[in-house]
């Protein structure tokens, strides 16, 4: 766990630098520039969509390589067998990234949500807007694979402002 959160903590350097992230959208966007101009006859191109367009890039890019990370160490160490050892480990760390691995595991292999929990951790100070919503995905992803009762939809919806919309509709079990 630890060698995919060193490389998930060396990727949050990167993109974490300002000076960083304008290299990384300016390199994207003259890609997208010249994708462009090998396509179109169109001479004029708007640099500021491309800029927008590069940055929505850049941050879904990230995204996914967070979640991606989280994800690959959820199922490389998850076990219904090891989540004590699983627990105290990412208790001590007592970090974003351990904590989204903790409730990964407990969703995956144990079928647990504990929602509450979740709800008081993402709205933390050291929790960024980036890791918010990677922990609301993994839930999301929990609610499309399992049967929620209407009930707890309401309870995720509230809690954690993820609209019903991105919940689904799945075949509700009755209270």
Not at 24 to 31: A, C
Not at 130 to 158: C, G, P, W
Request: charged share 30%; with cysteine.
């Amino acid at each position: 766990m630890n060698v995919h959160l060193r490389s998930l903590n060396n990727f949050f350097e990167i993109i974490k630098n300002e000076k960083e992230q304008q290299i990384v959208i300016e390199l994207i966007s003259n890609r997208l520039e010249e994708i462009i101009e090998e396509k179109s006859d169109d001479d004029e191109l708007d640099n500021d969509k491309l800029r927008k367009t590069a940055e929505i890039i850049f941050w879904n890019m990230n995204f996914f390589v967070v979640i991606g990370i989280i994800n690959k160490i959820v199922h490389s160490l998850g076990s219904d067998k090891l989540n004590v050892i699983m627990d105290n480990v990412c208790d001590e760390l007592n970090t974003p990234s351990s904590f989204m691995v903790k409730q990964g595991i407990l969703m995956w292999y144990q079928k647990n949500l504990r929602l509450d929990e979740i709800a008081d951790r993402i709205y933390k100070n050291d929790y960024s807007q980036l890791a918010a919503k990677s922990t609301k995905l993994m839930v999301v992803e929990h609610y499309s694979v399992h049967n929620i009762s209407f009930r707890d939809k309401q309870r995720i919806e509230d809690k954690l402002g993820i609209r019903g919309k991105m919940l689904g509709t799945r075949k509700e079990l009755p209270d």
